[in-house]
């Protein structure tokens, strides 16, 4: 089962760096790549960076869960 745990862990955690880097701050971020440029400066959030959001949140969630897991499992 750790190994288990582990690898969701490793596999969380990589896929939040990459969400987390897509995300547009002050500056546009890597997401303006994506489509995310003068069109959402206008129009506020749109539909890509809401969904955005929801699987940072949800990634962090399970990252959490795994994390307390893995110290319940290693200790």
Aim: proline residues 0%; charged residues 10%; glycine residues 14%.
């Amino acid at each position: 089962m750790t190994i288990a745990v582990v690898a969701i862990h490793i596999i969380v955690s990589v896929t939040l760096i990459v969400l987390i880097l897509l995300h547009s701050g002050r500056g546009g971020g890597l997401s303006e790549m994506f489509g995310g440029g003068l069109g959402s400066a206008a129009a506020g959030s749109t539909v890509v960076e809401r969904n955005l959001d929801r699987f940072t949140v949800i990634l962090g969630l399970i990252f959490g869960i795994t994390t307390v897991l893995l110290a319940l499992r290693l200790k």
